[in-house]
């Protein structure tokens, strides 16, 4: 086998292996964004259980029903919550324990996005490498030398 096509398989191989990081960083920014979002909702929820904390009990309040509108309403209890707590399944908790809940959740969250920023920076820095060899290794089959890093 000449160098020059053992250049154009090596190449072949490297650009397989990028396409599958980018997909591989594409699906890791996905699960970013959605972790994000579930932050930002256990955020607002927390918010909320803060500022009905400072209530009494038949407070009026509006609450957001989507679409920038709202419904008044007034507090009967403000220190039982449902939280849902999965599978569809809900249950009445104290304001205290559904802030705990709320912060466990968060708190879980945030470990999971962190974990998954690493993973994309990795991937990110592996995709720059293999771009870099790519360019060196397209250079030099241009010039009909063989490959020294590869």
């Known amino acids: 086998m000449t160098s020059r096509i053992k250049?154009?398989?090596e190449l072949r191989k490297l650009s397989v292996e990028l396409r599958f990081l980018e997909q591989t960083a594409d699906a890791l920014q996905s699960r970013i964004g959605m972790v994000n979002a579930a932050i930002t909702d256990l955020t607002y929820a927390s918010m909320t259980l803060e500022g009905i904390e400072k209530e009494k009990e038949n407070s009026e309040l509006l609450l957001p029903v989507g679409g920038n509108s709202y419904?008044?309403?007034r507090l009967?209890?403000?220190d039982k919550i449902i939280v849902g707590m999965g599978a569809g399944v809900s249950m009445e908790k104290t304001l205290a324990e559904a802030k705990t809940i709320l912060k466990g959740r968060l708190d879980s969250l945030q470990k999971t996005r962190l974990s998954l920023e690493q993973q994309f920076a990795q991937v990110a820095e592996k995709i720059n490498e293999d771009?870099?060899?790519?360019n060196s290794l397209?250079?030099?089959i241009r010039q009909g030398k063989p490959s020294k890093n590869v």
Do not use: D, G, Y
């Open 7 to 9: 250049s154009e398989e």
């Open 131 to 134: 771009r870099n060899l790519l």
């Open 138 to 140: 397209l250079a030099e």
């Open 71 to 73: 419904i008044k309403a």
């Open 76 to 78: 009967e209890t403000p």
